[in-house]
């Protein structure tokens, strides 16, 4: 919740010009960069981005309408922060982080602190001391536990910059700004606030490839993710990017959940509502709400607010993070985040670069994505927050700055394809123009976990897949009767690999999760299937024949086992593949 307690305005620092979120102030002595300003007589949020003596250009979080040429400006003396502590979890924010269930949108001045909550500031925790008076206690060392707080425990930390013997604790219930223990001299409260634009400090960033496994097979067996890595969605209207990130918000293997909506419509922020308020969380059965942290931006907010969700949903994850949990931010989408950008530096007179966006864009790209890592924390967890962030390029230009960008940026791309989308594949996660730069090491990782052959699987179904779309384009020319038996087979073995792997239904039971066992024994069933024909053809079986031949039963392996049934694919693949044998 962003803190905009009022310091005094000796000066009379007073408004000069308005212009949408832009707002230029005079007579504003000692404010620095990132400060936050309060506005008028709402006390609107504005943060300081350029000081010119005691004049300073400002970027309003809220809307301006009603703020005038000689209204009051006051400085605050901090930036723009947030209210990390319990309460988090299972809730509804807005892009500053105040609770939209509860609190109203905007600041108004009967509030005795503006951006905060008064019902969030006054409601009692019970807190359960881990440490013992006398504890010497070091940055990130658990202080104590809240019952109550989410489905995940949540822990109270010693905060950077504090350490020292315990000398006082409390015990009881207690608000969120109360004291809990005194370390070193120093009061630590059960919730903290800390700077949204400042990444929160870790003992070391490590470099180890640990898959993140998000439920969908497409993006687990061709284009994994590690944890602590970042990855980008791309994809035109329709493609079904939101519905993919839904997808990987209720079945990721992720501890905490922060689902960013910036920008987008509130239809669709009610359905991610809805669908994790209903479905049962597979570790505690609750709701899978109750471990997720939902920042609804939606495009009818203020513009820059969706500049401020971005960072304060890294921010939310990065403090479950350093309690020594997995984090996943998912972020729809970093278009209208950009958009935003662009629209102030217009307003701003900034030099435009690339199609209107400002010159910085690459740069603020990159500071978002870097915030994801995997990382030992101060306590000596390993914990990491895992960035994924859809693209939504104009009219699905691949080649416009955020996407290309992006790109840059990211170690996973998952590009959506049109066409697979309107030929109903989901998801339409495009082979063509996906990627994984951490194939490798995450094969690495499964040699060493008891699955030698993930990576030989991979390669071998990536290699099918570029080679079948080849021949397509060959035997639109020529016909596939033309191609010779083998390369027919590669045909069938692409369309065998699509329909019986890449397709996901979402709405199905059995489907709408896979396993990592389950995802790759379909994998293995339909290679060995496609070897099996290789073996026909050269055995003079025609290959007419083969593509006469009912591979239904193959097909529905996705569907006729459970998601975790990786067992019940392979007995089912083996029986398929003696039928298919009898053909020789």
């Given at each position: 919740m962003?803190?905009?307690?009022?310091?005094?305005?000796?000066?009379?620092?007073?408004?000069?010009?308005?212009?949408?979120?832009?707002?230029e102030?005079s007579?504003l002595?000692?404010?620095?960069m990132l400060?936050l300003?309060?506005?008028?007589?709402?006390?609107?949020?504005?943060?300081?981005?350029?000081?010119?003596?005691?004049?300073?250009?400002l970027?309003?979080?809220?809307?301006?309408?009603?703020?005038?040429?000689g209204?009051?400006?006051?400085g605050?003396?901090?930036?723009?922060s947030?209210?990390?502590?319990?309460?988090?979890?299972?809730?509804?924010?807005?892009?500053?982080?105040?609770?939209?269930?509860?609190?109203?949108?905007?600041?108004?001045?009967d509030?005795?602190?503006?951006?905060?909550?008064?019902?969030?500031l006054?409601?009692?925790?019970?807190?359960v001391?881990?440490?013992?008076l006398?504890?010497?206690?070091?940055?990130?060392?658990?202080?104590?536990?809240?019952?109550?707080?989410?489905?995940?425990?949540?822990?109270?930390?010693?905060?950077p910059?504090v350490?020292?013997?315990?000398?006082?604790?409390?015990?009881?219930?207690?608000?969120?700004?109360?004291?809990?223990?005194?370390?070193?001299?120093?009061?630590?409260?059960?919730?903290?606030?800390?700077?949204?634009?400042?990444?929160?400090?870790?003992?070391?960033?490590?470099s180890?490839?640990?898959?993140?496994?998000?439920?969908?097979?497409?993006?687990?067996?061709?284009?994994?993710?590690?944890?602590?890595a970042?990855?980008?969605?791309?994809g035109?209207?329709?493609t079904?990017?939101?519905?993919?990130?839904?997808?990987i918000?209720?079945?990721?293997?992720a501890d905490?959940i922060?689902?960013?909506?910036?920008?987008?419509r509130g239809n669709?922020?009610?359905d991610?509502?809805?669908?994790?308020?209903?479905l049962e969380?597979?570790?505690?059965?609750?709701?899978?709400?109750?471990r997720?942290?939902?920042i609804?931006?939606?495009?009818?907010?203020p513009?820059?607010?969706?500049?401020a969700?971005?960072?304060?949903?890294?921010?939310?994850a990065?403090?479950?993070?350093?309690?020594g949990y997995?984090?996943?931010v998912?972020?729809?989408?970093t278009?209208?985040?950009?958009?935003?950008?662009?629209?102030?530096?217009n307003?701003?007179?900034?030099?435009?670069?690339?199609e209107?966006y400002?010159?910085?864009?690459?740069s603020?790209l990159a500071?978002?994505?870097?915030?994801?890592?995997?990382?030992?924390?101060?306590?000596g967890?390993?914990?990491?927050?895992?960035?994924?962030?859809?693209?939504?390029?104009?009219?699905?230009?691949?080649s416009?700055?955020?996407t290309?960008?992006?790109?840059?940026?990211?170690?996973?791309?998952?590009?959506l394809?049109?066409?697979?989308?309107?030929?109903?594949?989901?998801?339409a996660?495009?082979?063509?123009?996906?990627?994984?730069r951490?194939?490798?090491a995450?094969?690495?990782?499964?040699?060493?976990?008891?699955?030698?052959?993930?990576?030989g699987?991979r390669?071998e179904?990536s290699l099918?897949?570029?080679?079948?779309?080849?021949?397509?384009?060959?035997?639109?020319?020529?016909g596939?009767?033309s191609?010779?038996?083998?390369?027919q087979?590669?045909?069938?073995?692409?369309?065998?690999?699509?329909?019986?792997v890449?397709?996901?239904?979402?709405?199905?039971?059995?489907?709408?999760?896979?396993s990592?066992?389950?995802?790759?024994?379909?994998?293995?069933?339909?290679?060995?299937?496609?070897s099996?024909?290789?073996?026909?053809?050269?055995?003079g079986?025609?290959?007419?024949?083969l593509?006469?031949?009912?591979?239904?039963?193959?097909?529905?392996?996705?569907?006729?086992?459970g998601?975790?049934?990786?067992?019940?694919?392979t007995?089912?693949?083996?029986?398929?593949l003696?039928?298919?044998?009898?053909?020789?």
């Open positions: 962003a803190a905009v307690n009022s310091a005094g305005n000796p000066d009379g620092a007073k408004i000069r010009r308005v212009s949408g979120p832009l707002v102030v007579g002595a000692d404010v620095s400060e300003v309060a506005l008028g007589p709402d006390r609107i949020a504005a943060e300081t981005i350029a000081v010119n003596g005691t004049d300073a250009t970027q309003a979080y809220e809307y301006t309408g009603g703020l005038k040429a209204d009051a400006a006051e605050t003396g901090h930036q723009l947030a209210l990390l502590g319990p309460g988090l979890l299972g809730q509804v924010f807005d892009g500053l982080l105040r609770p939209l269930s509860s609190a109203p949108m905007w600041l108004t001045a509030r005795e602190d503006a951006a905060e909550d008064r019902q969030v006054d409601r009692q925790w019970q807190f001391p881990q440490a013992a006398g504890d010497a206690l070091s940055p990130g060392d658990v202080l104590g536990t809240v019952p109550g707080a989410g489905s995940v425990q949540y822990r109270v930390l010693v905060p910059g350490s020292g013997t315990v000398s006082w604790l409390a015990e009881g219930p207690l608000r969120a700004l109360e004291t809990a223990a005194e370390i070193g001299g120093t009061g630590v409260t059960l919730a903290q606030r800390w700077p949204v634009h400042r990444p929160r400090p870790v003992a070391a960033r490590l180890d490839a640990v898959p993140m496994h998000t439920g969908q097979r497409v993006l687990d067996l061709m284009y994994p993710l590690p944890r602590g970042a990855a980008a969605v791309p035109g209207f329709g079904g990017k939101t519905l993919l990130l839904q997808q918000a209720k079945w990721s293997d905490v922060v689902y960013v909506g910036c920008g987008e669709e922020m009610a991610v509502l809805d669908g994790l308020s209903h969380d597979p570790r505690t059965g609750g709701a899978l709400l109750e997720t942290v939902i609804a931006n939606t495009s009818n907010m513009m820059m607010a969706r500049e969700s971005i960072n304060t949903g890294v921010t939310v990065e403090f479950f993070r350093d309690m997995h984090a996943v998912i972020a729809d989408s278009s209208r985040w950009a958009e935003a950008l662009r629209e102030f530096a307003r701003n007179g900034d030099l435009p670069a690339e209107g400002p010159a910085s864009l690459a603020e500071a978002f994505y870097e915030r994801a890592s995997l990382a030992t924390t101060l306590g967890a390993t914990a990491s927050v895992t960035v994924i962030g859809a693209v939504s390029p104009p009219g699905g230009d691949m416009e700055p955020v290309t960008g992006t790109q840059r940026f990211v170690r996973s791309l998952w590009q394809d049109r066409d697979l989308a309107y030929s109903r594949h989901y998801p996660v495009s082979w063509r123009g996906s990627f994984s951490d194939a490798e995450l094969g690495r990782w499964h040699a060493a976990s008891g699955d030698p052959e993930w990576a699987r390669a179904a099918v897949l570029a080679e079948a779309d080849r021949l397509s384009a060959l035997a639109e020319i020529i596939a009767g191609l010779p038996a083998h390369e087979v590669v045909l069938l073995g692409g369309r065998l690999l699509r329909d019986g890449l397709v996901q239904n979402a709405l199905s039971p059995n489907d709408g999760y896979c990592a066992a389950k995802g790759s024994a379909l994998l293995q069933a339909v290679l060995d299937t496609i099996t024909c290789q073996d026909l053809v050269a055995a079986v025609p290959a007419a024949t593509e006469n031949y009912d591979f239904s039963p193959l097909l529905r392996l996705r569907e006729s086992a998601p975790n049934d990786a067992g019940g694919v007995e089912l693949a083996v029986r398929f003696a039928g298919l044998k009898e053909l020789q």
